[in-house]
């Protein structure tokens, strides 16, 4: 399959055998997820559930990222269940239980998110050049507002915007904001993002899959993964 043959929302086994094709490995839908892909299933619109459509009233592809619901299509599910999504507003919204079954082959995943995970399967695959220099100091210690709002902000419900801008609880200096780069500016403010995922989840119950997800998606994120593992594991997630 070349990469034109690539829908842009492809199916589970188009999926598969494209990066295959990328690749020289076998795939599987259990792989797909294991790699962070997000999978979508189209929703039709239904006027039952008028928050959850608003004005999209065709319909509109809803992503799965629940960690409950990514587990049993995990784990070889014989269908999708979906408790946990974004409404078209991509918002988070549970769904009413037991939540919305639909087949396995209604699965779609993005073309953009395939393609970017062949490209970094390759890239890993060369061989490691020469190491680069180190990052600012700054860059160390945290990511800012910008790269904050852009790993997180889908995720939770709430204005994380202005939960950064006043600074209080877990987005303090006595949070996950690193007290030295707020000292000259607020403009300079960086926020440690595994404290601050923590504290997502904990106090804002914001998915733990999702969360996950974003640390090995987002480029922001990317150094700071290992230390997000880490974590979870000292505290049994």
Not at 82 to 110: C, E, H, S
Not at 213 to 218: D, E, L, S
Request: aromatic share 8%.
């Amino acid at each position: 399959m070349r990469t034109t043959d690539l829908p842009f929302r492809a199916t589970t086994s188009e999926a598969c055998d494209w990066l295959a094709c990328q690749t020289g490995t076998p795939w599987t839908l259990a792989r797909l997820l294991e790699h962070a892909l997000t999978p979508y299933v189209w929703l039709d619109y239904d006027p039952a559930y008028p928050d959850l459509f608003g004005d999209a009233n065709g319909g509109y592809a809803a992503p799965i990222f629940f960690e409950d619901d990514i587990a049993r299509l995990a784990a070889g599910s014989e269908d999708v269940l979906i408790t946990m999504t974004k409404d078209a507003y991509k918002i988070v919204a549970r769904l009413p239980a037991p939540g919305f079954t639909r087949p396995l082959d209604d699965l779609r995943f993005q073309k953009k998110e395939i393609e970017k995970l062949a490209a970094r399967l390759k890239h890993e695959a060369q061989p490691q050049a020469a190491a680069k220099p180190k990052p600012a100091a700054e860059s160390q210690l945290g990511i800012g507002k910008a790269e904050v709002l852009a790993a997180f902000g889908p995720i939770v419900r709430m204005n994380l915007e202005k939960a950064l801008d006043d600074a209080i609880g877990i987005f303090g200096d006595d949070g996950a904001r690193v007290k030295a780069s707020a000292r000259k500016s607020k403009r300079n403010a960086v926020w440690n993002p595994v404290t601050l995922a923590l504290g997502l989840h904990d106090v804002y119950r914001a998915p733990l899959g999702a969360l996950k997800r974003a640390f090995k998606t987002h480029d922001c994120l990317l150094d700071w993964n290992e230390n997000w593992e880490q974590s979870l594991r000292l505290l049994g997630k």
